[in-house]
């Protein structure tokens, strides 16, 4: 592929044609502050707080969406660019709750984030903030509009990722928001609660109910881990608070990059449950009682062969279990037909 | 040419055969309607069938005199076509007993004649070419406007109407382009891009799948040049879009014109189907077998839909949102197709060009802007209406020989231009030229062609405000600076006007209008500071008067206002006390009375009540005694 060379804060590069700036400035080490943008969804260029200087050109270009070009000289920290993502985050400021003492999200928010590095405090744009109700009325996910920064990643994670379109644009000017059809509750949309559109928000206006309720994010420690739910083998971090996994997290998976379904990701709470089983039972006298593995496995393995002796082996079929991995999968089917002897082996084919 | 020759032969029997016959016309586009042109009609109808009377009964659309509508056209065989203005039903009993039956021109009613090859003219009565109002005109694009049926294939036909789609189709593709090149034709929705460069860029796009699309989401306040030109001419958009689709190589084209304009797509409508039946649009089009086809979308009352790229997602079925350019669309346009995409009045200057010539259209204008431009005049001026004149015209001429004007003898504040992405020309600038870089460089732009009057009465910073909430509220909330920076400068802007300004909030103001430029997504929240700036530019010492002297010079911002009794000439009627609704007046009856300003709600109906001008806006009165100071801050 061609390649083409460009300056960004005087050090030139070389990157294959078709680079944009963003990703020209990021392998040349350099740090671009971006809020709508994200490497696994279309480009929208729509937060304007990734415009650079580029040399000859009138306005300010947003990084995200500019081709790098040949010859190109950018400049990524100069006056006019601090002071429109000073400006551009002093306005996302003025319409914000900032409520980050108690905020779910504190600590992994790329608004604070911001604000912090360009030392933007409370703005000089006093004024209407919006006043929308907590739209809490599901057990997976909070919808805090008033933290909204409309980056619209939401929007195009449930379009792209997720292939369900539930969310768009809603209305005009300042009362824009992000709302699904008809501008009803999640709950009361198609929503599937996969919750990729809350992986991708870079504020607290979606978050985990479970997890942004039970710790601040500095005391969960990651556990990186495939999740038990399917075959598919989904990487995901457990969130442990102490010994206890409070919540689940998208990281970047081999096999499904962050994405997850409503099972991977709220589907946690049997790890803790009471009603969980940790050992076998056996049921002695009508009343289940706990029983060693040897045990168990011993007791099944005389059921089967008495079955086998008694009726044939075609007496035994065998159903296996989505979540069981493709190689647990294979080991039934061969103890099926090498040793119960019969090919009534099925799968139950869905999670 | 076969095909149209003998469509044009037809015709235009017909076109000469109306005039052979008594003919009454009634100006109806929307001006016409809203000014109760249909009331007229109609007795008009029931007033020929109670006498009797045999003449032909059409109508037309606006002429651009749209402060003389309702607009009547009479003629008689032989006779020069006399248009009436401001009629209503209950003159048109009198109006046809003059003229039809009498044969007797009606003076006092009577705005001017249009003459007739052959026909013999009134005395004592204007021709429309002497008409103040049309002299200093140049009318192409505008010239079949009141003048034929919109409606009426016919007559588009017969006034030289599919000739250029004739010529153009024997033309070598490249040679087209070139002729609009030539031409100097630049886009007239605003932005002045060269339109045969834009042609040529369709054209050169690799893809066998091109698009024409006709940009009609006319949405500026004060513009309606668009409306009025598919009102009464949308036969000339069609051609120019069909010639447009054979240069570049398309064969299917959409017009996007908005909802709130149901009678512009109702004739386009009509004339699409006309275009079909008689060959000249759809398959095999005058037999030539280029295809080309044409379908209305309908907008659905979005501002921002008339930015190019959001027009086009629009089209596509989508939220209309602007999109990032490049690519653009001349690359990668509606359904990622390379899309030629012009606005109204460009199509509509495309006949005109190929049928009279590059040279003929370029020696129109100056240097770099070339042809004319349809403008509307709107605003505290005499003359509202629709003028198209020629480039490089001052504005003092479009405002005072052909807009007649300020309303009530008022002195002229500025001319507002370009709509909410436009400026403000003071009044020491009237003299520029009128082209695309002298407007950009006063700091206004050309725009679409609104032109909006603002006289003494009217203040600076409450128009600033004005246009901001515009914008505001047709922002379509995509990027930040608009989204958010147009709400934060509004309320600026509305705690100026109330009073509450701070000196910081003129550097806000700059400094949001300079990161919304600069960063902004596309052209409406690049653009539409432009109205603050170029009024803190023209007219500082307004925006320092309110800020602080919680003054307001023009005398608009009614919080500001603060009303005094002038003792000397009150005469205690108690009148005033009596409408005041915040029980702000007292006074013993027959001695002055007082207002209290702690009450006063500023709501000004003692003004209005009071017989004996006793009641003073204090702060418009100290502002006349105050030395000009424009410019000088």
Known sequence: MAEITLSINNVNITVPQGTTVLEAAGQAGVFIPTFCHDPELTNFGACRMCVVEIEGLRSLSASCVTNATEGMVVHTDSPAVQEARKTILELLLANHPLDCLTCGRSGDCRLQDYAYLYGVKTGSFEGERHSYPLEDDNPFIVRDLNKCILCGKCVRACAEIQGNSILDFAYRGFDVKVAPAMDVSLKASDCVFCGNCVAMCPVGALQEKGLRSAAPTWEVRKVKTTCPYCGTGCSFELNVKGNKVVGVTSCDGDVNGRTLCVKGRFGYGFIHHPDRLTTPLIKKNGVFKEASWEEAIKLVAQKLGRIKAKHSSDALAVLSSARCTNEENYLLQKFTRAVLGTNNIDHCARL | ?633
């Not at chain 2, 020069?80 to 007993?97: C, Q, S």
């Not at chain 2, 100097?184 to 605003?190: A, F, K």
């Not at chain 2, 004149?389 to 001319?415: D, H, T």
């Not at chain 2, 695309?436 to 700091?443: F, H, R, V």
Request: hydrophobic share 35%; proline share 4%.
């Open chain 2, 1 to 633: 040419m076969g095909h149209l020759n003998k469509l044009r032969a037809r015709f235009t029997r017909h076109y000469k055969d109306k005039f052979n016959r008594g003919r009454i016309v009634v100006g109806l586009g929307t001006c016409g309607f809203a000014a109760g042109g249909d009331q007229v009609l109609e007795a008009i109808r029931q007033e020929t069938g109670i006498r009797n009377l045999d003449v032909d009964i059409d109508f037309t659309s606006c002429i651009g005199m749209c402060y003389k509508e309702p607009m009547v056209e009479i003629s008689l065989p032989g006779m020069a076509r006399v248009i009436y203005g401001d009629m209503t039903p209950d003159k048109v009993p009198a109006l046809l007993e003059s003229h039809i039956i009498n044969k007797h021109l009606l003076k006092e009613w009577a705005v001017m004649q249009i003459t007739e090859e052959g026909a013999t003219l009134y005395e004592n009565i204007v021709k429309m070419e002497d008409n103040p109002f049309f002299s200093k005109q140049l009318r192409t694009v505008t010239s079949r406007l009141g003048r034929t049926n919109p409606e009426s294939i016919s007559d588009y036909v017969a006034t030289g109407g599919y000739l250029a789609l004739d010529t153009a189709l024997s033309m070598q593709r490249q040679d087209i382009i070139e002729e609009i090149k030539k031409s100097g034709l630049r886009g007239r929705g605003g932005g002045g891009f060269p339109t045969g460069m834009k042609w040529d860029f369709v054209s050169q796009a690799e893809g066998a799948k091109k698009y024409v699309v006709c940009n009609a989401d006319e949405g500026d306040p004060g513009a309606f040049m668009d409306r009025s030109v598919l009102e009464g001419d949308p036969h000339a958009v069609l051609e120019g879009m069909a010639i447009c689709g054979y240069a570049v190589g398309a064969d299917e084209g959409y017009i996007y014109v908005r909802a709130e304009y149901p009678l512009a797509i109702k004739r386009l409508q009509t004339a699409i189907v006309r275009a079909e039946e008689y060959g000249l649009l759809g398959k095999n089009i005058l037999g030539r077998g280029f295809n080309f086809k044409l379908m209305i979308k309908a907008g659905a009352g979005a501002f921002v839909c008339g930015e190019e790229t959001a027009l086009l997602t629009s089209i596509e079925g989508n939220r209309g949102m602007p999109r990032v350019r490049p690519p653009f669309p001349a690359n990668r346009g509606l359904w990622g197709k390379p899309t030629n995409l012009n606005n109204v009045e460009t199509y509509a200057n495309v006949p005109f060009v190929i049928n009279r010539g590059s040279d003929w259209y370029a020696s129109m204008g100056t240097k770099k802007s070339k042809g004319s431009k349809v403008f509307c005049l709107t605003g505290k001026i005499n003359n509202t209406g629709l003028i198209e004149v020629p480039m490089g015209i001052s504005l003092r001429e479009i405002i005072f020989s052909i807009g007649g004007g300020v309303q009530n003898g008022k002195k002229l504040k500025a001319v507002q231009i370009g709509g909410p992405s436009g400026g403000c020309i003071c009044e020491e600038d009237l003299d520029l030229p009128v082209d695309y870089d002298s407007l950009s460089a006063a700091g206004a732009m050309m725009g679409s062609g609104g032109l909006v009057v603002l006289d003494e009465t009217t203040c600076m910073v409450d128009i600033a405000r004005f246009f901001l909430s515009f914008t505001q509220t047709e922002s379509c909330g995509k990027c930040t600076p608009c989204r958010e920076g147009t709400k934060r400068m509004l309320e600026i802007l509305t705690r100026i006007c109330s009073g509450a300004g701070k000196m910081e909030d003129l550097a806000d103001l700059e400094r949001l209008g300079r990161v919304m430029k600069n960063t902004a997504l596309c052209g409406l929240g690049q653009t539409c500071a432009n109205p603050i700036l170029s009024t803190m530019r023209y007219f500082k010492e307004e925006y320092l008067a309110h800020i602080q002297d919680l003054f307001c010079p023009a005398g608009a911002c009614r919080a500001l206002l603060i009303y005094q009794i002038d003792t000397a000439n009150c005469k205690g009627c108690g009148k005033c006390a009596k409408i005041c609704p915040a029980g702000a007046i007292r006074g013993e009856k027959n001695t002055p009375h007082v207002i209290d300003l702690e009450k006063c709600i500023k709501c000004g109906a003692c003004l209005t009540e009071c017989s004996f001008e006793a009641i003073k806006n204090d702060a418009a009165l100290s502002w006349n005694k105050r030395p000009n100071t424009r410019r000088s801050a």
